[in-house]
């Protein structure tokens, strides 16, 4: 049974109210899933939560219960839940053909491709559709692979790039690494992460050792010659990673020494999250070769890209290549319709704006509360770093899961991630007002002074 909270917080008011749940029970749902679900697929939350509606930045779960949505479906709701305008470009194109395929022409491929190079610095206009990150990532290797015709990845220690095999080959965390399948030619560079930064060195002392690592790696462990590197310019999974802002320049120029292209994988940074430029690369003044996407990039329907200049994009020819879904014209104005939100209605100042007060509320927070170590981000990509000592760093992960539960009694969902699972993701649809961002912050405000009173 669950207690009801001592707290006088809740989430601002929606102007929406969600009809009363009349499908299958919250139990009868969680036994069928338990039952006929991989398990493999993990819940949230001690007693998980059932989601029943959204409305831009609010979610209801199946008691009418009202909560503001931090996490965004996992970075993926970009402009708010069920938004009209996105969504009544899906209707719009289901009434008149829900699926074809690329073996035939239909404007919406092109159309959204050609809309989507207008957002990138030029040369970069020439996209790849696909259905998810995973998906993306594997196939900008395979271009990059091509093009240079070198086997090796450098990837990124502390990165995920997804869960297919050759992505989670790159993807660096071992909660995420399965006992099957080894990577094959990929290789693991030191991420700039200060605050943990693994050779003990502090910036900017350090003369970016972690940047400068990469060469001495490649001249030892490589050919000398590498396919890519491929990398987020904020991790996300690894607990909203901030590198200086030297360090992707001289990863850049290291791995173009060595003959490989750069990927981006702007899966979580991109669309504006990082608030001040459209792509999180743009924060570095760095220019990839090929950029990947998902998530943000059609509000919640299943899309993924790459994109790229055309000499690397022409590679795919010399044999056949084929996405089913890849491209669909529902994906295809889904996307469109994000990317014409996101001009119209402001979306990247609003998340540099709100996020730039949030960020501040949180910092705020740290100087009473012992338990933040840090407080990171950019835009509305924010991470806050649990720890049980500041001096040691001790990784505060059952603390981090008791936050969760205490922010969800009081009507707020937040993210988590790391590799210890201690730091705490915000990554909220970007229509996030002030008021929201204010109610954020005095939850995990009160909600720290809890977990911290009983310790
Ligand atoms: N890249 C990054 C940076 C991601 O965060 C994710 C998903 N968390 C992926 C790739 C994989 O995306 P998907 O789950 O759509 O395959």
């Not at 950029?291 to 919640?300: D, H, Q, S």
């Not at 529902?330 to 100042?349: K, W």
Request: proline share 5%; hydrophobic share 35%.
């Amino acid at each position: 049974m669950s207690v009801e909270p001592t707290t006088k917080l809740s989430p601002p008011k929606a102007d929406y109210q969600p009809p009363a749940w009349k499908g299958p029970s919250r139990e009868e749902v969680l036994e069928t899933r338990q039952k006929h679900v991989n398990p493999g697929i993990f819940h949230l939350y001690k007693n998980p939560i059932m989601v029943v509606e959204g409305r831009m930045q609010y979610l209801w779960d199946d008691t009418g219960k009202q909560y503001l949505d931090a996490f965004g479906g996992i970075v993926t709701v970009s402009v708010g839940h069920s938004h009209p305008k996105v969504n009544g470009a899906v209707k719009e194109q289901i009434d008149h053909i829900q699926h074809t395929t690329t073996i035939y022409l239909h404007p919406n491929i092109g159309m959204y491709a050609k809309n989507l190079s207008d957002h990138f610095p030029e040369g970069l206009d020439v996209s790849y559709f696909t259905n998810s990150g995973s998906e993306a990532n594997e196939t900008a290797i395979l271009m990059a692979r091509l093009f240079t015709g070198n086997e090796t990845v450098v990837a990124l220690r502390n990165a995920y790039h997804g869960g297919t095999t050759g992505a989670l080959g790159l993807t660096a965390h071992g909660t995420w690494k399965y006992p099957a399948g080894p990577p094959q030619n990929v290789m693991h560079a030191t991420p700039g992460y200060c605050y943990r930064c693994p050779f003990g060195l502090s910036y900017p002392n350090c003369a970016m050792k972690c940047a400068h690592d990469l060469d001495e790696k490649l001249r030892y462990e490589s050919t000398g010659k590498i396919a890519a590197f491929i990398g987020e310019c904020l991790q996300g999974v690894g607990g909203v990673v901030v590198p200086p802002k030297e360090y992707f320049g001289i990863i850049y120029e290291t791995v173009r020494k060595y003959g490989g292209v750069v990927i981006a994988d702007e899966v979580q940074g991109g669309f504006g999250r990082t608030g001040e430029h459209f792509w999180a690369f743009e924060n570095w003044g760095v220019k990839p070769d090929l950029v990947t996407m998902a998530k943000g990039i059609a509000n919640g329907y299943a899309c993924g890209g790459v994109t790229t200049r055309m000499e690397i994009a022409e590679t795919m020819k010399q044999r056949l290549h084929f996405n089913t879904y890849g491209g669909n014209p529902v994906s295809m104005a889904a996307a469109n319709a994000t990317l014409q939100v996101i001009d119209e209605e402001n979306i990247q100042q609003k998340a540099k704006e709100i996020g730039g007060h949030l960020k501040g509320r949180l910092e705020a927070l740290a100087d009473k509360h012992p338990l933040i170590g840090e407080v990171r981000g950019m835009g509305l990509m924010l991470g806050v770093e649990l720890v049980r000592d500041r001096k040691t760093k001790e990784p505060a992960n059952t603390e981090a899961v008791e936050l969760l539960e205490l922010a969800r009694e009081r009507g707020l969902l937040l993210g988590k991630g790391g590799l210890f699972g201690n730091v705490l993701r915000i990554k909220p649809p970007m229509c996030l007002t002030r008021d929201d961002a204010d109610f954020l912050a005095d939850v995990v405000d009160e909600a720290l002074g809890i977990i911290e009173e009983k310790r």
